[in-house]
């Protein structure tokens, strides 16, 4: 009851947004100090630290690592089976791995189990593996309350250099430009 409390409570406090400035230098404008302090908090807690290692493995039973993937920019890329929470998102990430092929990994975590994810999948397919049954995972370790979808980048050396809560996931943002500052 709590957890959703906090997320009702932070749907609607949160006004932050992810935007790319027109000037002359491209910057990607983050601004997580306009989000709640509850988030900024859950926010900070990751931003500059290590990723935690993991290891799981894929629909087809590949095992993948975090730390497998060092020298590559990863982005971990949370979401649920639900039609329409997100959809948007599995195109930009598969147009991602496709201009990236060497430099970005795309790892992706599903709270719900491969009977359920792979339906889902059909209608959207995908190009980077996708972890089924990860909602423990979501939740002890990578921030469940930050919202669905969430995509945590993380740079080559294996840092959290970015937190993407969903509330600045709207169809508006455009990840591929986000990804020009790591490169």
């Known amino acids: 009851m709590t957890r959703i409390l906090i997320f ?18 491209k910057h990607y404008l983050y601004q997580p100090e306009k989000f709640s302090p509850p988030v900024q908090a ?9 990723s935690t290692p993991l290891e799981a493995p894929d629909l087809e039973g590949n095992k993948h690592t975090i730390g497998g993937y060092r020298g590559k920019v990863t982005l971990l890329f949370f979401w649920r089976a639900i039609p329409g929470e997100g959809d ?3 195109g930009q990430m598969n147009k991602i791995v496709e201009k990236y092929p060497t430099k970005v990994k795309v790892l992706s975590f599903a709270d719900e189990p491969k009977d359920r994810v792979l339906p889902f999948l059909e209608e959207r397919p995908v ?23 969430r995509i945590f980048v993380i740079d080559e050396f294996g840092i959290i250099k970015r937190v993407l809560p ?18």
């Not at 009702?8 to 230098?25: P, W």
């Open 88 to 90: 948007f998102l599995f």
């Open 127 to 149: 190009q980077f593996p996708v972890i089924a049954n990860a909602k423990m995972l979501s939740e002890a370790v990578y921030g469940s309350d930050l919202g669905y979808p």
């Open 8 to 25: 009702v409570f932070l749907c609607f406090a949160i006004t932050g947004r992810a935007q790319v400035d027109s000037s002359s230098e």
């Open 166 to 183: 969903a509330v600045v996931l709207t169809e508006g943002i455009n990840l591929d430009e986000m990804l020009t500052l790591y490169f």
């Open 42 to 50: 859950m926010i900070k807690q990751f931003e500059g630290f290590p």
